[in-house]
């Protein structure tokens, strides 16, 4: 019991100090500000490119799948590139990552919870992409779907997934220099498009979508289309054809495959970087 | 039990090769042999010293037992745990601090930082922040709690980082060159601070690594030195010193005593052999004198003041450590790679 309320003490300060140091450089309004106007003005890049594409306005279900799509797709961009940025942040930067690895505080959990404030602000601006979409876009969103247990239930399990893949990065950043800084962002990149965010993943080219089925993010993002926005369900037949009970089983598994994956690339990771010494050095190349 | 043990430990790092056609990385040896047969014991409540040049070994073997590295082969273990099998329970009893770190948050306060590094060991905040505040005190750096990281100098910051190391309440307390860059206050502030800390409980260690002798000599029940991965003499500093040289040498002016030894003032005292050199202009008659006995100072004197000598000054010259490890190795302690 002294373990679990020690390690909970270390992981609120280091989601303590993760918003500390996210919103360092503003006052209150202007992060308040930023946390609504970046992924708002991201969002509204898109619906204007499906606009002028399509022609078809708001009613169209395959605006709503990109729209509700790439709202909850903020949320996994910014958890992996908030959580796996701690590393070379912390040791590049603070050089304080001497300081924790020295420490009883899992390094993991460490980085976790750093990475946690960024997490938070991703979804407050997940919710505010989704309602400026209701309110100003016509979005046929039913927020009652917001308290269905298959939203409630997969939004947890594709956080958790998204927090175990951005732990598993974190670790290639323990053996890597801070060159590859964008580790993060790229692999968010390629889910964006992999994970049926925009599109269908039936219109993914070359035998991507079998890819896709793979990952526990197509199933998140259906899983909370669906009670929204039924209607943007209906874009993706193969998943579409799932049932609510599968759809679950299926996030659980594949994310329960991968924040066990991640993890165990982590210590794997740590493991390396402490037989060859390179946890706390800095890369000045 | 004792706080640190270590048995054959030894470390080489290997360079990595790469690239069809190599690297630039292909320069120098393929592998580097840092530390080589490491046989090391400090008992608990012990200050310990580790001496070298840089690129000795020091830092290697400073981060196997904080277990930032793990060792090649060979052994460590740190009140018991071994650093590699048991890293956790390692962690729980250490605190390293490393001189010039600069490590911590810009927008924290200097409070706020040290309130992060105790929550990290789980240590309560109802009990650490009068420890901090105390602490800050101590250092001279209470009208600086408030102020954020960013704004503290150099020194300040490195102060801080030293709290931190005592805030932890470590039972083994490792501390790589921690008075590095600062002034000569606050260095002084740090030995106090370190003295007092072991003593406050018998179960504390330090293993102190420090390019001062003197600090070493002040602060440490045992010295070991490190050349080139391989410790080398290890003892008491007085010890350590009586291997360089068993006499004891003094220097001694006076007045000009006429002779060039004092027209014999001084022969025949047992164990003491003297050269004298006068220097007219000034006066003055300068007396070399090693004593194999440090007790023979005193007829050394009585026979000068019965000779109606006077003496103007009179300072004894040890061996130092330094000269101990140029003993030992040929090599002076700023001469490592």
Known sequence: MIGVARAARSFRSAAWLGWSVDTNWADPVTIGTLLVVRPLAATMLLVLIFEVARGTGSADPRFAHLYVGTAFYTILGATLHAISFVVMDDRERYETIRVVATSPVPLAAYVAGRGLSSLVNSCVGAGVILAFGSLALGLPLRPAGLLSPLFLAGFGLGVASAVGLAIGLAGVHLVTARHHYLLGESVAGVLYLLSGAIFPIEALPFGADRLARLLPFTYWLEALRRPLVPEASACSPTLAAISDATLLAILAVSSAALGAGGLALFRACERSARRRGILDARTDH | MHAIETEGLRRVFRRRRRGLFGSREDEGPAE???????????????????????????????????????????????????????????????????????????????????????????????????????????????????????????????????????????????LDEPTLGLDVSAARAVRVAVREWVREAPARSVLLTTHYMTEADELCDRVAFIHKGRLLACDTPDALKRRVSDRTTYRLETDAAGGPSGDGLLDGIPGVAATASTDPAAGRTRYVLSLADEGAIGEVVSRLSAGGVRIRSLRSERPTLEDVFLAATGEGLGDGA
């Open chain 2, 32 to 174: 580097v042999v840092a530390l080589e047969g490491a046989d090391l014991v400090v008992s608990e409540g012990e200050t310990f010293g580790l001496l070298g040049p840089n690129g000795a070994g020091k830092t290697t073997l400073i981060k196997i037992l904080a277990t930032l590295l793990t060792p090649s082969t060979g052994r460590a273990r740190v009140r018991g745990f071994d650093v590699e099998s048991q890293p956790l329970e390692v962690r729980r009893r250490i605190a390293l601090v490393s001189g010039g770190e600069q490590a911590g948050y810009g927008i924290l306060t200097v409070r706020e930082q040290l309130w992060v590094y105790t929550q990290f060991h789980g240590l309560p905040t109802r009990e650490v922040m009068p420890r901090i505040d105390a602490a800050l005190e101590r250092f001279g750096l209470a009208d600086r709690a408030r102020s954020k990281l960013s704004k503290l100098s150099t020194g300040e910051r490195q102060k801080m980082n030293v709290i931190r190391g005592f805030l932890l309440q470590p039972e083994v307390l490792i």
